[in-house]
């Protein structure tokens, strides 16, 4: 997720639960290919605390994806994701994201690109379809026919963007029909939800759900672990159990961003932490405005 799932993010989150698959931000291919400062440093990754790692890209030259894709896989990731799902307007409108599931000729050459190029496993994020889940089948046999190994889908339109709530059954119609694994993703907040939303599916991916809670991955893998239609045993943890972790994310982002722009970036993830505590708005009001671990520290210490 752009502006989320960081080298730090996704190491907390592996902390929790080592056998989740992480995703980096989505980074243009046009940026890979003439090699951008900000971007190459995005693609950092830490072999020993991460794999399995994909990196999702998008663009629209299949030229780009051909040497973005040859980039990504010699840093060492274990798969290419293609971003075919992205609906904001600056993305879409420049024939990125979502706007590919319009143009499933354009959609089908970016994955011959990125398959020839890779040895590794290629696969796409999409959503059900631009204004109706109709076309998503014939969109994801095209990319089925243009060699992809594995789809996730999203439970939106792009006309739906982030409203209402995600609708599954046309994954599940999708994977009926489809040789390769489908991954569902959509309103997932909780293990029962993980475990009542798979169906026939080969796996879930977790977005908004990890906000302030990265301990939800462990807990969906700990059910599905267990196999059986039931809430986790793990005991729920009390906030001042949660603040080590918080913690060590502040100092993973300070590791890899220095403190000044490390804490900056850390106050959306700290605002999310204390949602719903008793007390959150004020220690919230204070912790957007961190400019130091010490500052976080001596807040989450006194609360
Ligand atoms: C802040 C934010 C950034 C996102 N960035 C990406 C992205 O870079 N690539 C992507 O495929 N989806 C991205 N998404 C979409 C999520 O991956 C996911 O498809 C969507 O939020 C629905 O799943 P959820 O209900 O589990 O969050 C982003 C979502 C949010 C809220």
Not at 70 to 96: F, L, Q, R, T, Y
Not at 168 to 179: H, Q, R
Not at 283 to 302: I, P, W
Request: glycine share 8%; aromatic share 6%.
């Amino acid at each position: 997720m752009a502006g989320v799932t960081d080298a730090a993010y996704r190491q907390i989150i592996k902390r929790l639960a080592p056998e989740v698959v992480v995703y980096s931000e989505f980074l243009s291919t046009d940026a890979i290919h003439y090699g951008a400062k900000k971007t190459m440093k995005m693609l950092h990754f830490d072999p020993a605390l991460e794999h399995p790692f994909i990196v999702q890209i998008f663009g629209k030259k299949p030229e780009h994806f051909l040497s973005a894709a040859k980039v990504v896989e010699e840093m060492g990731a274990d798969g290419i994701d293609i971003n075919m799902g992205c609906p904001a307007a600056k993305v879409v409108s420049s024939c990125h994201g979502s706007a590919l599931i319009r143009d499933p000729v354009l959609a089908s050459e970016l994955v011959r690109a990125t398959k020839e190029a890779v040895r590794i496993p290629v696969s796409v994020k999409t959503r059900l379809g631009w204004e109706s889940p109709d076309t998503l089948i014939p969109f994801c046999r095209a990319l089925v026919d243009a060699g992809i190994d594995a789809l996730a889908i999203h439970g939106r339109t792009y006309k739906e963007q982030y409203s209402g709530c995600a609708h599954w059954e046309p994954m599940y119609a999708l994977k009926d029909v489809i040789s390769v694994p489908v991954i569902g993703n959509g309103d997932i907040l909780t293990a029962q939800d993980a475990l009542e939303k798979i169906g026939n599916l080969d796996g879930v991916m977790v977005g908004r759900g990890t906000f302030g809670n990265p301990w939800v991955m462990r807990d969906i893998c700990d059910a599905f672990a267990s196999h059986a239609l039931s809430m986790p045993t793990r005991d729920r943890l009390t906030f001042a159990q949660k603040v080590p972790l918080i913690l060590e994310h502040c100092a993973l982002a300070i590791e890899l961003k220095g403190e000044e722009r490390g804490m900056l970036e850390m106050r959306k993830h700290l605002a999310s932490y204390v949602k719903g505590i008793e007390g959150a708005r004020e220690l919230r009001a204070q912790l957007v405005r961190v400019e130091t671990l010490a500052e976080a520290e001596k807040l989450l210490g006194e609360y």
